[in-house]
């Protein structure tokens, strides 16, 4: 009997050794953060996002509509993200999500940048016009895993600068201000660290006034009040009709 209990402490304590050689005790294999990569994969495909350019891009789409589905899809995966984060702080779709985190904030959270918002919904109808003119902005593929800051640095700086010349041109200063400050937040977020020179934003020969871009998109906002009110007048007008005819 005692041969056969020293035997199986022998045993036991091979095997704790063996643990100890891998890196790991019971207690720690029994708290292992269990990543859930799946549930990320999904989100960030129903948003199609798959770069740092595709995240900021957001912004000249519905804003409204992205800003409900960020709202409520962002909570779904507040778990696996922060499970994967524990794991693996410096992965592609935990950067990502940083990155479209960053977006949400700046772009959909009211009670903490309403000034932003504003000026930002002033400028968004002509920014929307240059929805496709952006697209050559954007920088070449996987650029922001780079392992070379100095070169991810560039190419940000690069996708910064040209988004605020093609801005600036047509939308004005504020416009460019307004989208290239976006553009900071989600590529930091993405990246993990700030690149020195994104802010000195280059020359840019005959600038569209900010004040007519003011002034169209008030106009847009007006025609968009003077068509809702017809409409509205023209279903209250049928039922009216209809009721005389009953």
């Excluded at 993405?190 to 020195?196: A, E």
């Amino acid at each position: 009997m005692s041969n056969f209990q020293n035997m199986r402490e022998f045993i036991f304590l091979v095997f704790i050794i063996y643990l100890q050689k891998m890196g790991m005790t019971t207690a720690q294999q029994s708290c292992e953060v269990n990543c859930n990569e799946d549930k990320l994969i999904s989100f960030l495909a129903g948003i199609e996002v798959l770069s740092p350019e595709s995240i900021f891009n957001l912004a000249i789409t519905n804003l409204d509509s992205i800003c409900s589905q960020l709202t409520e899809n962002l909570k779904s995966i507040e778990k696996p993200f922060n499970d994967c984060k524990t794991k693996d702080s410096r992965g592609l779709y935990i950067s990502l999500i940083r990155g479209v985190q960053a977006f949400h904030k700046r772009i959909c959270c009211t009670d903490t940048n309403t000034g932003y918002i504003k000026k930002f919904y002033t400028v968004h109808p002509c920014l929307f016009e240059l929805r496709q003119d952006f697209e050559g902005c954007n920088g070449p593929a996987d650029w922001h895993e780079e392992p070379e800051n100095r070169k991810v640095c560039k190419t940000y700086k690069n996708i910064v600068d040209c988004y605020y010349i093609k801005s600036a041109k047509v939308c004005g200063k504020q416009a460019a201000i307004a989208m290239t400050k976006l553009i900071e937040d989600v590529i930091e977020n993405v990246l993990g660290y700030s690149c020195k020179g994104v802010n000195s934003f280059p020359y840019v020969k005959d600038v569209m006034p900010d004040k007519y871009i003011e002034k169209l998109s008030s106009s847009k906002v007006d025609a968009l009040s003077v068509a809702t009110s017809v409409i509205t007048a023209g279903v209250i007008f049928n039922i009216l009709s209809i009721l005389d005819f009953f």
